[in-house]
């Protein structure tokens, strides 16, 4: 941990709030600390690995990673942190796994509250504040940006593969060839490890991959047609059933410049 972050780890408060910018490419290397973290960022994206898998986390969204679990930070794009440190036993309710987000209007704000504050915050605003945070925290909605990983030898090395193409849309029976299965064992053994099936997996791995390269800063159009879809259009429509919005929406979103 940095000494800053060591330091909110000892505070009092129950919740602490911390800002920091980060460049293109930057890397917080795999920690942990005693306190919940709910990971939200202004602008950029944050991709975080997590013993359970790997998340992306896009502006309007946030990770909630509890106290102690190990996680590190890659940052896409130039990334606005603005995060909390939550004290264990700060309030019932809160999730004990990791959990992506849909960040409130309010939450955003009351985050932005809490920096603007400072560490030594007293009084009655204070109190209402982190109450509110806590609040909210129990009650967001999950998000689907989380893209679990087999553990099996031959279904982790398919998997990576998989990755490595994310516009390879050849179906099971084309693929489970490779890892010496038979197309039916291969689904039945997937959906085991990873908890959907491999096609729902395929279109995570391929809806994360858009955020990647969104963030990047490629045109629509372009990551579309590196994503394999037929069309634009098929692209557009994948992503706003997943994530509520449009690739363009998304963009402006995340080009959004910092407010605090």
């Not at 972050?5 to 293109?24: G, I, K, N, T």
């Not at 930057?26 to 944050?46: D, K």
């Not at 909630?64 to 942190?81: E, F, K, N, Q, T």
């Not at 990755?163 to 084309?174: K, M, N, Q, S, Y």
């Amino acid at each position: 941990m940095s000494p800053d972050v060591d330091r909110l780890q000892r505070a009092r408060a129950p919740v602490v709030a911390y800002a920091r910018d980060f460049a293109d490419g930057a890397r917080l290397p795999r920690h942990s600390h005693p306190r919940a973290q709910l990971l939200h960022t202004l602008t950029g994206v944050m991709q975080v690995e997590t013993p359970g898998g790997t998340w992306i986390v896009p502006p309007q969204r946030a990770l909630w990673v509890p106290g102690r679990v190990p996680h590190a930070i890659r940052m896409l794009g130039r990334v606005s942190m603005r995060t909390i440190y939550v004290r264990p036993g700060a309030a019932p309710g809160l999730p004990v796994e990791c959990r992506a987000v849909a960040v409130s209007g309010l939450l955003r704000e009351l985050i932005l509250r809490a920096i603007a504050l400072g560490e030594r915050r007293q009084g009655e605003t204070a109190t209402h504040i982190d109450a509110l945070i806590l609040d909210e925290i129990r009650t967001l909605p999950d998000e689907p940006l989380r893209l679990p990983l087999p553990q099996e030898r031959r279904l982790r090395r398919l998997a990576d593969a998989l990755l490595a193409r994310p516009a390879d849309h050849r179906p099971a029976t084309r693929i489970a060839g490779e890892i010496g299965m038979s197309a039916r064992t291969l689904t039945r053994r997937f959906a085991a490890e990873v908890g959907m099936s491999l096609g729902a997996w395929r279109r995570r791995a391929r809806l994360l991959e858009a955020l990647r390269l969104l963030a990047a800063g490629e045109k629509v159009t372009a990551v579309a047609l590196d994503l394999g879809y037929q069309n634009p259009s098929a692209f557009i429509e994948s992503f706003r059933r997943n994530l509520g919005t449009t690739p363009a929406r998304y963009v402006a979103a995340a080009d959004t410049p910092a407010a605090a």
